[in-house]
């Protein structure tokens, strides 16, 4: 049987032959194939689509702590219970320790399977292009953070109005 994604990903390569393989949005491909009678639109639950609102809403609020730095206030832990997943959300002041550390844990291994991907896709991608110098790719990112670190806090420190700060 064919999965979803499956039956997407079809579409999705039968647009591109059709449409000389030029970039498409995802939306433009969907709306094609609809029309095409290739498939169906769904039956939308309200709960899912307030659920997935709500989660974006809780992914997004930020506030500052007392030293100034700005930090996420919602946390979630993706668990799965009886082949059902379900994300738990948190707010981090008030959420237990385990909470905590189990999102942080996922957020990282998210990142990390991010990272492995990337390299992955542009070691293939400089396979297929073997002719042109390889696209580097640099993983560590203790620079890229403590310069983020560096402006975020340059940031704070702006007075009222902007201005910038006189080169040392």
């Known amino acids: 049987m064919t999965t979803q994604n499956e039956l997407l990903q079809r579409l ?7 449409h000389d393989r030029l970039p498409a949005s995802a939306r433009e491909v969907v709306e094609w194939a609809v029309e095409e009678r290739l498939i ?3 039956d939308i ?3 899912d689509i307030l659920a997935g609102q709500m989660a974006t809403a809780l992914r997004e609020e930020y506030a500052t702590d007392a030293k100034g730095r700005k930090y996420r206030v919602n946390h979630a832990v ?3 219970r009886s082949g059902v997943q379900t994300t738990f959300w948190a707010i981090m002041g008030f959420a237990p320790r385990e909470h905590m550390q189990g999102a942080f844990i996922q957020r990282r291994n998210q990142i990390i ?3 492995f ?9 400089n396979n297929l292009n073997d002719d042109q110098p390889p696209l580097p790719l640099i993983l560590d990112f203790t620079d890229d ?4 670190q560096f402006w975020e806090d340059d940031e704070e420190e702006t007075p ?5 700060a006189a080169a040392a």
Request: charged share 40%; aromatic share 10%; net charge negative.
């Open 40 to 42: 169906d639109l769904p």
């Open 145 to 148: 953070v403590k310069e983020r």
């Open 12 to 18: 999705w390569k039968r647009y591109e032959d059709e």
């Open 113 to 115: 399977g991010d990272c």
């Open 117 to 125: 991907q990337l390299k992955v896709d542009l070691d293939v991608y």
């Open 45 to 47: 639950d309200p709960y």
């Open 160 to 164: 009222p109005g902007g201005g910038v």
């Open 78 to 80: 993706r668990v799965t």
